[in-house]
């Protein structure tokens, strides 16, 4: 396992147009984040699942955004009909996932990004 | 969304100078970590806190968790030119299973 994958790594598209993109976490972690970044900014918090379950959600994720985790392995994050404003770059961490008792003190729950995915919206 | 205040915004500092960068938030955090990005890339762990006041190194770098829990700090020794990128502290606290990012520090190394 080389870590966590995230594809493509670049697209550009027409506003207007549908997107995805895909993650494939570490093997044996249980949780899965998207973040999103901006020029200038640090990386903010979309959502994440434990498992297949999404658990939370920001409210940065307008109507125009879903995420799925349909096996509880490999996600993606569709973006609908894009704006301008949702130029990026969208990445993607994953954790072992484990209960906050279990984790303190210990690394189970430090996320882990992927090279993230950039999208330019022209 | 929410982010950590994190100073100074930017550095430009000569080769073999050490720099200090910190980090404070209003909320009390378990874990406080600090990672490096670089242009193009995702953020990678350079140094992962769990205690109030834990003073942890990973090489040149060394990093605290601070008493409050509400604030760290990470120094770079003796910096060298491959230390160039942008520094993120973050924040991972027990109500919530999501890291909070700080604002960043963007460091650079003239040789």
């Known amino acids: 396992d080389t870590g966590v994958s995230q594809n493509p790594r670049h697209k550009i598209t027409k506003r207007g147009q549908n997107v995805t993109f895909r993650c494939d976490p570490i093997?044996?972690?249980?949780?899965l984040y998207w973040y999103r970044q901006t020029l200038g900014q640090g990386p903010e918090f979309l959502t994440y699942f434990q498992n297949e379950a999404q658990l939370e959600k920001s409210r940065l994720l307008s109507d125009r955004f879903s995420a799925e985790r349909p096996k509880g392995s490999f996600s993606t994050l569709e973006i609908q009909r894009t704006e301008q404003g949702d130029s990026a770059m969208y990445l993607c961490a994953s954790s072992l996932g484990l209960a906050w008792r279990a984790s303190l003190f210990s690394g189970a729950n430090v996320l882990t990004f992927g090279a993230g995915s950039r999208l330019t919206v022209l | 969304g929410q982010q950590l205040n994190q100073s100074p915004q930017s550095m430009f500092i000569q080769e073999g100078e050490d720099v200090s960068m910190n980090c404070t938030s209003s909320?009390?955090?378990?874990?406080w970590l600090w990672y490096k990005q670089e242009p193009g890339e995702g953020p990678v762990l350079l140094i992962a806190l769990y205690k109030a006041g834990e003073l942890t190194s990973n090489g040149r770098l060394t990093a605290q968790f601070g008493i409050t829990r509400k604030d760290s700090f990470l120094n770079i020794s003796a910096s060298i030119p491959s230390d160039v990128g942008i520094y993120f502290c973050?924040?991972?606290?027990?109500?919530?299973?999501?890291?909070?990012f700080g604002t960043g520090t963007l460091l650079a190394v003239q040789p």
């Open positions: 973050a924040g991972l606290g027990g109500a919530t299973n999501k890291l909070i």
């Open positions: 093997s044996e972690h249980n949780r």
């Open positions: 909320s009390i955090f378990n874990t």
